[in-house]
């Protein structure tokens, strides 16, 4: 099998694995406890002729294969519906709102891999000193705080005690904006660089024991050459695909976050949304979520030939 089909396989898998998710987030309304029309109109008791009224709206009269078509139809289409709490298309709710998440993801991201993928190499060379302790501590913390309790930390010392950053709101401007998401995307990498720095770290040991390596540092080859070439590439691979299924899941975690830190984000639009039971907002914004975890992981299957080009050789080699 050339490494051409293996790659249009897996874009058929990831096509495959995006139609099964739509169904079943579109389900999901229905696995709700009660009738969704009741939903839409809560607070009011509206006689048999509104309810049927608002049925043949809203479709609720047609079969659910029905509803689901015209809904994958008009998603694929970029219509989500229209928001019952907004007042106004899906689309347009979560527009305004997304720029922020995506930074906050994005600054995140770099910290992620400047941070993370910095201190387990650092370990890693300083293996058994202080600084590999030091790195291994900070590992074991950080992987046990939440988000929510380094957002509470982060507030209190640098926002209000300290005064270095606005604590809460998503400013305007991008300079201001860039300073409104610095503490969130800590409180929100903070558990992410931790493991980062573990994988990282345990992935460039495996590759300074491999002989090839330390026969080439005892012929006098130049260290950082050998560390570029044969070490950082070959544990690149691990690396990527950890930091890709973190980085992919961020989105999720920006919920917690934004709540705390008074950001108008997708994150604690999924939030509100749910509390007041705007499921065709939800709903579009479980789609997003779970595209874009499919998205990215897909985008490190296809780019991990290019980092190890052992897996190219592997993939075309197989018959």
């Known amino acids: 099998m050339s490494l051409a089909v293996a790659v249009l396989r897996r874009l058929a898998g990831t096509a495959v694995t995006l139609l099964v998710t739509s169904f079943l987030v579109y389900s999901s309304l229905y696995l709700a406890p009660g009738d969704p029309v009741s939903f839409l109109v809560r607070g009011r008791s509206p006689s048999p002729a509104e309810l049927a ?76 000193t202080r600084t590999d302790s030091a790195v291994l501590l900070l590992v074991t913390v950080g992987a046990a705080v939440p988000s929510f309790a380094a957002a509470i930390v982060l507030r209190s010392v ?27 995307a800590i409180a929100l990498s903070v ?3 931790a493991l980062v720095t573990r994988v990282t770290r345990s992935a460039m040991l495996d590759q300074l024991g491999r002989e090839h390596v330390e026969v080439a540092l005892s012929r006098g080859a ?33 919920a917690i976050v934004e709540t705390a830190f008074g950001m108008s984000g997708i994150g604690s639009l999924l939030v509100s949304c749910v509390d007041e039971l705007d499921f065709q907002v939800v709903q579009a914004l479980v789609l997003l979520v779970v595209a874009a975890f499919v998205v990215v992981n897909t985008l490190v299957d296809l780019v991990y030939p290019l980092i190890d080009p ?4 592997t993939a075309g080699g197989v018959r």
């Open 53 to 128: 009224s608002i049925r043949r709206q809203f479709g609720f009269d047609q079969p659910f294969l029905v509803r689901y078509w015209h809904w994958l139809d008009a998603v694929l289409h970029g219509d989500f519906g229209r928001s019952y709490l907004f007042h106004q298309s899906v689309g347009a709710v979560i527009w305004s709102r997304l720029p922020a998440s995506l930074l906050l993801v994005a600054v995140a991201t770099v910290l992620i891999a400047v941070v993370g993928i910095g201190a387990g190499a650092l370990g890693a060379l300083r293996r058994g």
């Open 191 to 193: 558990t992410f660089m």
């Open 222 to 254: 130049p260290r950082f050459a050998v560390l570029r070439r044969h070490v950082f590439r070959n544990a690149l691979g691990p690396i990527v695909t950890v930091s890709g299924l973190l980085v992919s899941g961020m989105l999720v975690s920006t």
């Open 158 to 184: 640098f926002g209000v005690k300290l005064g270095w950053f606005p604590t809460i709101g998503n400013g305007t401007g991008l300079l201001d904006q860039l300073h409104h998401v610095v503490l969130p």
């Open 310 to 313: 052992r897996v190219a050789r």
